[in-house]
Each structure stands twice: as C-alpha cells, then as structure tokens.
C-alpha cells in the first residue's frame, strides 16, 4: 500500500470513527432532552441533563490537568475538575425567575461556586507551600482552566432555566434556548468541516490549526444562521420570547463564537503539544473536543435571550 493509499485509509476510517462516535452521544443526547423535557419520572427542568454537563465539564476538567502536565504546569488534580464541575451545576441551584428582571440573578450561585474555587486553590497553596514549589503557578492554572471549564457550562445549564413558553413547542419549549445553541454551534462545525475537506483551499489559521479554511469558516456561518432560522422560527413557534436581534443575529453572534471557541481550544492544543484532548470519545476526541466550540459561544447565547 503506497503513502497516499495510506493516508487516504487512515481519513476514512477517523471519518467513521467520527461517526459511530457521533451517533451515540446524539442518541443519548436526544433521549435525555425529551426526559427533561417532559418531566420524566416527575423530574424538574434540567435534571435529567444535569449529569451529562457534570460529567463533561469534570471530564474536561481532568483532560485540562492531563494535558498542563505534559507541558510541566503544574494544576490541582482535584480542584480542577471538582470545580468545573460546580460551577457548571451552580445555577441549578436557583430558583427559575420570576420575570425578566430575575434573568440575571441565576447566574448568582456560579459566581459563589467561582470565589470557592479561588479561596480553595489558594488555600490549597498555603497548605502545600515548599521552597520553589510554584504554588502560585498551580493556583492561577488551576483557577483559569475550573472557571474556563465549568462558566460557560453555568451559562448553559441558565439557558434551560429561562423561562420561555410556546403552545407550538409545546413541553419543548424551555429547552428551546438551549437546543439553539447546540444545533447553531454543532451545524457550523459540521458545515465548516466538510465544505473545508473538500473545497477548502484559503488557510484560516495555517500555524494554529492547519486544516481551518475561509471556504469552511463561510460555510459555518451560513449553516450557524440558517440552523438558528430553523430552530428559533419553525421549531420555537410562537415563543413568547425571542433572543436579541432575532434569529439573524443570534446565528451570526453564536456561530462567530462557536468558531472561536474552536480556535481557543486549538490554541491551548497546539501550545501544549497535543493533537487532542483525550480519546474517550472514540474519532470524535476527548471532552474538551465535544464542547470547544461552545465553550465562547454558550455566554453568547444566553446574554441574547436574557436581554430578547
């Protein structure tokens, strides 16, 4: 077999590694969204998605610690991960607002999940304090990668909790917000990545990330903006709540985010040495590669339908 049979082999079968990957979180996704949504087993809102953000933001949190130390920065073991996943799960702590004025108000609880997470990395490095032991280092690091992790998921958990009616939607209209921006983000990545593979020719970010084009960056956009049209006017009905500029803007923002977000993983990948962040997922990666692109892009989302 010559190298470019090789490599051609090797593409195919990442291609349905990807796939098969794919299907099964989509799967599991969807049955856990309509469990939440119809109050399955007589469950309040986001209890049945709640596992699925602790057990990726923890997820990423140790995927965070793991890839740091191949680079020799030293991060808490445990904060990271514990944290992120406090944060992430905070919001549900609240109550759902009582109207519009409430919107931000349950985003309240992260923010004390955040300063916990600070004073514990911090007492942590007090207690641990040695003669050049770069206590500092692993206080920062650890902070920066808990709250980069679990404070976006905290946006992402409040968008469920908005409160958002529709006849139309029926049950499914207070996920509406939060199946948004998934299906805004993930057709912008689907979009970029096969317009990318086969007219890509322009490099968006040669050094960072190879593979990126202009062709797949249009594609994205326009896949973010039309999925958003979809979502928020066909499947969201009369929803008595539209985020911030419409359906238009809301695909332009979250989708522009959605990229970004992969970029900024990238980043941390390429600056660490690392082609990815773990292998649990199969072809589709680790944790961190499930939910990059959403990472910048659930703040965006959710500061929308607060102020729609």
């Known amino acids: 077999m010559n190298e470019a049979s090789a490599s051609s082999s090797t593409s195919r079968s990442k291609l349905v590694s990807r796939l098969i990957a794919g299907i099964g979180v989509l799967a599991s996704f969807a049955a856990l ?45 445990w904060l990271v991960p514990v944290g992120a996943a406090a944060i992430a ?3 549900a702590l ?25 004073a514990a990395a911090f007492a942590s490095g007090v ?3 040695t003669v050049g032991g770069r206590e500092v280092v692993r206080a920062a690091g650890s902070i920066a990668a808990a709250v980069a992790i ?13 409160p958002s ?15 948004s921006l998934i299906a805004v983000v993930k057709a912008g990545d689907i979009a970029a990545y096969a317009i ?31 999925m958003a049209w979809l979502v928020i006017e066909q499947g969201g009905g009369d929803l008595t709540a539209r985020p911030l500029g419409g359906w238009l803007i809301y695909g332009l923002l979250v989708g522009m985010a959605g990229m ?28 961190l590669d499930l939910a990059d692109s959403l990472l910048l892009a659930g703040p965006v989302a959710w500061l929308l339908w607060a102020l729609g």
Not at 34 to 40: I, K, L, S
Not at 208 to 214: D, E, F, R, V
Not at 272 to 280: E, F, H, Q, R, T
């Open 165 to 179: 009616e529709s006849t139309a939607a029926g049950p499914f209209a207070g996920l509406v917000p939060l199946i």
């Open 89 to 91: 799960a905070a919001p």
């Open 33 to 77: 969204t309509w469990a939440d949504a119809t109050g399955f087993g007589g469950a309040s809102p986001m209890a049945w998605l709640l596992p699925v953000v602790l057990v990726v933001a923890a997820g990423g949190g140790r995927e965070a610690v793991r890839l740091a130390a191949a680079a020799g920065i030293p991060l808490a073991p």
């Open 196 to 226: 990318g593979s086969l007219v890509g020719r322009h490099r968006m970010a040669p050094l960072l990330s190879p593979g990126k084009t202009w062709e797949g960056a249009a594609a994205s956009i326009a896949a973010s903006v039309a």
């Open 150 to 162: 679990g404070l976006p998921f905290a946006f992402m958990v409040s968008l469920r909790l908005l």
């Open 94 to 118: 609240a109550r759902l607002p009582a109207g519009p004025a409430d919107r931000f108000a349950i985003l309240g609880p992260a923010a004390v999940a955040c300063m916990g997470v600070i």
């Open 260 to 287: 970004m977000g992969d970029l900024a993983e990238s980043l941390v990948k390429r600056d660490l040495a690392a082609k990815d962040s773990g292998s649990i997922l199969g072809g589709m990666g680790g944790f």
């Open 127 to 129: 207690a641990r304090y």
